[in-house]
């Protein structure tokens, strides 16, 4: 009788290989569209004009950091500043809002909350000059 040998069997891994790289550059681009979507960087804007307008007597300045409000100048906190707005006789009274880049929104829509409540709608944002 005779010795029956095996053969071994090798798959053919060509097209395997074409399949990886088609695979690799799909990922490879998908996640580089990913990234793009995430990263919506966001400037505040700049003041560009040199309009000086003129100090009115009944002018009220408030000012927020990231940290920190304040309201003619002197530090304070949400509580005290809602006291001091009802307090404002003059609802014509002009309010300079001063706000730090840094700054979260749930702040600066708490505080124009506040002012809304109070019936004080003369509102300026003021930016920064170039």
């Given at each position: 009788?005779k010795k029956r040998t095996?053969e071994?069997?090798?798959?053919d891994?060509t097209?395997?290989?074409?399949v ?7 990922f ?6 990913k990234?793009?979507e ?8 700049q ?6 307008t ?8 408030i ?7 304040a309201f003619n100048?002197?530090?304070t906190n949400l ?7 009802r307090?404002?006789?003059n ?5 300079e809002?001063?706000?730090?880049r840094?700054?979260?929104y749930?702040?600066?829509i708490?505080?124009?909350?506040l002012?809304k409540?109070?019936k004080?709608h003369n509102l ?7």
């Amino acid at each position: 009788m005779k010795k029956r040998t095996r053969e071994s069997f090798v798959p053919d891994i060509t097209p395997l290989i074409d399949v990886v790289f088609l695979l690799l550059i799909f990922f490879m681009v998908s996640t580089v569209f990913k990234k793009n979507e995430l990263a919506l960087m966001m400037s505040l804007p700049q003041a560009t004009s040199d309009d000086k307008t003129s100090r009115v007597l009944n002018t009220f300045y408030i000012e927020v950091s990231r940290n920190e409000i304040a309201f003619n100048g002197k530090k304070t906190n949400l509580n005290s500043i809602e006291d001091q707005l009802r307090k404002i006789k003059n609802k014509n009274s002009y309010m300079e809002l001063r706000i730090d880049r840094d700054v979260k929104y749930n702040r600066v829509i708490t505080l124009l909350d506040l002012l809304k409540n109070n019936k004080l709608h003369n509102l300026a944002l003021i930016t920064d000059q170039n």
